[in-house]
């Protein structure tokens, strides 16, 4: 089959940066661009961390654009250093690197790249829905010219990460969510609540790192601060919630999901930011969301360890 052609909408972020390398790596994507956003980090660290793991990739060409840096309505932002690291990749002083963003801005390629090859690029978001909610204002026909939209965020059958009912990438921008899942566009939610469930044990952990290449170096050091961070919360290993996109893009098969109706709470005290999914078998409100309800987790986390530790050479450091 010809590689997936997809745009990356990202704010790496230590599990961003997991789900990025194996884009990468696994040999089966065309990745035209990667577009950053405000999120886990700030929006110019976010580009930062892109570009270091599209150089520690190999892949100098793919360009990287500056997006949001805040919401689109609210000026409250929730950065994540706790369980990113101040440097969102676990505090582990990686080199800088030797590129810099392209110049444009990320929602104006987004809505050009897809106008110009209508039906043919998917958009794999790993953040907040803010430049994908602009690219829909600045040029209407963009949701109508993307092939879909698969993104990591809200919850169906679970609580949220940072209040009850509401997860971190929805709860930065629900206003932004809530363009983007009522635009039209095939869109499929991978929630929090299956991706928590994708889980990499200390034991598989030491196990990448065993095979002594670059690639296994980078993400046994960056993933200690994050699995220090769940560890904290009584938890032993680590989710890699943006991993779960890659997988869903390519294999499909091992997800259940169901086709619903989600809408997204942006006034409620208590449910700000809560994707409303409606189960009810006789709602009249149509179905505009593919959902994730479940994913074969040992399935998606052994082809991401077999990818991650053939790549690159041993480290001779």
Known sequence: ???????????????????????????????DAVTCV???VPVDLAALNALRLIELADRPEVPVYLGAPEPLLRRRLRFAPMVHGEDGLGNVDWPRPAGRPAPGYAPVELARRALEAPGQIA??????????????????????AVKEIIAMGGTALGPGNVSAVASANIMNDPEAAKVVYGAGVPLTMVGLDVTKRVRITPERRDRMKAAGTRIAEFVYRITGFYAGA??????????????????YALRPDLFEVKR???????????????????FRPFTDRPANVTVCLNADADGILDWYERVITSAGERDSR
Request: charged share 20%; aromatic share 8%; glycine share 10%.
């Open 38 to 40: 405000f999120g886990n």
């Open 123 to 144: 958009v794999l978001t790993l953040g907040p829905l803010t430049n994908i909610a602009l690219a829909m204002r600045l040029d209407p026909r963009f949701a109508g």
């Open 230 to 247: 769940y560890l904290k919360e009584g938890i032993a290993g680590f989710p890699v919630h943006d991993l779960v996109v890659m997988a």
């Open 1 to 31: 089959m010809p590689p997936r052609r997809v745009i990356i909408d990202t704010d790496p972020g230590i599990d961003d940066a997991q789900a990025i390398l194996f884009a990468f790596l696994c040999g089966q994507f065309q990745i």
């Open 260 to 278: 619903l109706p989600v809408d997204v709470e942006t006034e409620g005290a208590l449910t700000d930011g809560m994707t409303v999914v409606d």
